[in-house]
């Protein structure tokens, strides 16, 4: 399993990113799909993820200003990152739990990360 990520990058306080992740490989079926940050020097927290039945998930620190994207079904998730804060900066990881076969648990999987600075 392939967690692809795409965009971040360094954006002014107030302004907006966007963040693309989507899974490929052998997977039988996906069933969660979100977003974690690592801020320099502190625990890795979610930031925002959605379910195979379309329920989103947001931290508090977020709410109002990220948008994640409707379950699709094609194994994709955008993260849309409004009025952007300097504590918003970090590593943001894609993940998602997927099944691998029908018969098997849902197992973990991760992206590689990718950097968002919010800095004046």
């Known amino acids: 399993v392939q967690l692809v990520e795409s965009g971040g990058g360094s954006v002014q306080p107030g302004g907006s990113l966007g963040l693309s992740c989507a899974a490929s490989g052998t997977i039988f079926g996906v069933n969660v799909m979100g977003w974690y940050r690592q801020a320099p020097g502190k625990q890795g927290d979610l930031v925002a993820e959605i379910t195979d039945h379309n329920r989103a998930t947001y931290a508090d620190s977020v709410k109002g200003r990220f948008t994640i994207s409707d379950w699709n079904g094609e194994r994709t998730v955008h993260l849309q990152m409004n009025s952007l804060k300097p504590e918003d900066t970090g590593v943001y990881y894609c993940?998602?739990?997927?099944?691998?076969?029908?018969?098997?648990?849902?197992?973990?999987?991760w992206g590689q990360g990718t950097q968002v600075t919010v800095s004046s």
């Open positions: 993940y998602a739990l997927v099944k691998l076969t029908s018969t098997s648990e849902m197992t973990g999987h």
